[in-house]
Each structure stands twice: as C-alpha cells, then as structure tokens.
C-alpha cells in the first residue's frame, strides 16, 4: 500500500498543471488578472516543451533498466529526482515580475522543461516498480486500486482544494502548499518500499540487457503496447481537455470565480470513488479489457452530448448552473476506468513480452508509454489553446469553450476502437478479451 502512496504526489503536481497552468499564464480578461503570455503562445510553448520532454522518457526507462546499485535499480531515480519535482513545479507559478512578454516566455519554458525531466526520473521507475512488487493479475488490480485511491486524493488537492488555495494564498503559495505535500508522499512511498524496492533487482526474471534503440525498436513493435499506449493517450485527452477547460468554463460561462471550480469538479471525483469498486467487480466477471474499451465508449459518447447539456437548459425549472453541474459530475462513473485499468493492463502486457522474448524489459515499456502519452498531451495543449484563442474564450465570444468537449468525446471513442481492433495478448483468457473484430477480404 505505501507504494501507492507515491501516488498522491503524481497525481498532485500532475493534475494541478493541467488544470490551472495555461489559465495562470493566459487567463480570461473578464477576471482582470494579468495577461503574462498570449493563450496560443503558452499553449504552443507548453505543447513543445512537452513534445521535447517525451523524448527523454525511453532513455530514462532503458538507463533504469540497466541500473545496477546497492540501492537496487529504482531508488536512486527516486530518491534524487523528487526534490528536483518539487522545487521546480513551485517555480513554474513564480514567473519574474515586470519582465517582457519574451523573458516569460523563455523562463516558462526554461522551468517547464526541468519540470518534466525530473517527472521523468521519478515517473519511470516508479511505473516500473508496479510489475516487480505485484507479480498476478488480482495483485495488480488490487494494486491499481490503492494507487487509484491514492492518486484520487492528489485529484482531489489538484482541483478540489488548489481553487480555494488560489482564492486564500494565491496561485505561488499554491504551488508551495502541493510542492511541499509531493514530497512528502513520495518519500513516505521510499521510506515504506526502501528494502523491497532495493531487493527487487534480484526478485525479478533476469534481464539480458540490450541497447536503447533495440529496446525502443521492439517496444513499437509490440502491438498489445502500441494499441494499450494509443488507447490510454485519446483517453486521458478526453479527461485532460475536460479538467483544463474547467477554469475558463466556469469563470467565461457562468462568471463565477476561480474557488468555484471546486464546486463543478468535486463532484467527478466522487462519481469517481464511488465507481471504482463497481469497475474491479465489473472486471472480475467480464475482464479488464472489456470494462476499459465500454467504459471508453461510453464516455466519449456522453462527453460529445455534454457540449450541449452544459451550455443549454434542458429541464423545466432547472437553471444552467445546477444542470451542468450535475451532468459534468456524472462523467466521473466513465472517467473511473482510465484511473484503474491502465497499469494493470501494462503489466499484463510486459509479462506477454517477457514470454515472447524471455527479456524483461518493465521500464522501457513504462518509459515509451510515457512517451507517446506526453506526446499525444502536448498535441492536445497545443489543439486546446488554438481552439480559445481561434473560436473565442470570453463572455461575448465562447465558441471554443463550447466546441472543446465534444472533441474529447472524439478522443475517447477513437481509443475505444484501438482497444477493440488492436490490443490482443498471447494466451490470454475469454474474461480479459473482446470478441475479435469482424474482418473481410
């Protein structure tokens, strides 16, 4: 369980830029903040900061890996990486006051990139380490629970108590309040792991070791991974695009305040909760798979009608604001399966490598999920702020903001495909698949 303590310290920092970071820099001038970098700006800079970072992700799995110390092959990362996450995250909300535009610019994008390097350090081999302490499929869902508990309440820091943060301290003393909460967790997550995480180089299937592009060129190669990995990124844009669209939705279309995004996402965190003992039941009878390709269906059809029910009243006696909030609440019981499944599937598909190559090769896999992951992100943060800045994020001119949802909903049903036509595992059972797809000649 201290395992998944870590994370609450992800989900924390990772969370809390993706809702607040792009409106810190670029907010809607009906809430008279400063402007400190036009939105297509910092999304693009972001975007490319991103793209940039993913890059790193493989290099960081393989050198992981390959590792060899009394510390074992995890901790060091661990260990080292996580002030360095901390520290810069608490930069990223103190930009130098009266600097030029161009000066912001770089120092954003300067922090952001040290941000990521340091997510990736500490990322990867955490990731890695869930295949080595949990070994069976039942471990792994229950693992993946824990860390979804965990990670839930690192959700619920990021958007639920980061908004009134903001209104209390500001954004800076936010960024210190979390920066200091992530540390902790993760350290905690050492402290508990510090002789098994030191152990596991000997308790896991020998690894021959092999080069980086080797690694990199069998890991897109494997088609389980390919479809798992493609899967997962149009998901979490879908969740993305929602949780980032939340300022300006509730700030340009109902004129509330920042605190009061809290109001609007507290409630997906508890459909959330309350889903995930649904989901792991659900996967004991029909399997992981299943539940992860319908609940992605589902989603994303739900999401393409959100971008009507949360901008028009649909009930007699309603108003907008209750309706919205209750249909936007309701996309927690969908969004449940991408906290669960994931990593759990992961697992099953470095185990399906190790069978086919009998290498094991966790964090390399971990370290280009990542990669694609960010990629797809930073994509997705470049499409979001074109989209406000082309069709409009302000009070008279909110087109953006309305289009933003229903393209989530596209992301989420173009993963669901992927899992239905791609991801298929060597020997695996009725309960974890979907009935092949249809083909003709």
Known sequence: MLYAVGSLGNATLFWTLGAWLIYFYAPPEERGLPLLIPLAVVAVARGAGQLLEALDDPLIGWWSDRTKSRWGRRIPFLLFGTPLLAFTFWL????????????????FFVVLELFYFANTIVGAPYEALQAEIATTSIDRVSLGVWKVF?????????????????????????????????????????FGLWR??????EAVLHEEQIGLR?????SLTHRPFLALALSFVLFSLGYNILIVLMPYYVTVIHGLSEGDVTF???????????????MGRAADRFGKR????????????????????????????????TQARVLIWLSGVG??????????MMADVIDDDTARSGRRRAAVYYGMFKTLEKLAQGMAVVIFGVLLQVFGYTA??????????????????????????WYHLRGIGERDALPAPITTT
């Open 92 to 107: 990223l909300w103190t930009p130098p006051s009266g600097a030029s535009a161009l000066l912001v610019v770089v120092y």
């Open 150 to 190: 965990f990670g839930t309440l690192g959700l619920v820091l990021a958007v639920v108590v980061s908004p009134q943060l903001i209104e209390h301290i500001g954004f800076a003393g936010m960024g210190a309040t979390l920066a200091v909460i992530a540390l902790v967790s993760l350290y905690l997550m050492l």
């Open 196 to 201: 098994r995480g030191t152990l596991s180089r």
């Open 214 to 218: 080797e690694s990199v060129r069998v």
């Open 264 to 278: 609007f996402l507290a409630g997906v965190i508890a459909a959330v909760v309350i889903a995930l003992p649904i």
């Open 290 to 321: 299943a539940v992860y390709a319908i609940s992605m269906a589902g989603i994303g059809a739900y999401l393409v009608f959100l971008g009507v029910g949360a901008f028009r009243a649909l009930v007699p006696g309603i108003d907008l604001e």
């Open 335 to 344: 969004f449940a399966a991408l906290f669960v499944f994931p990593g759990a």
């Open 396 to 421: 008279d001119r909110s087109l953006g903001i309305q289009l933003a949802l229903p393209i989530a909903g596209v992301f989420a049903l173009a993963g669901f495909a992927a899992v239905v036509l």
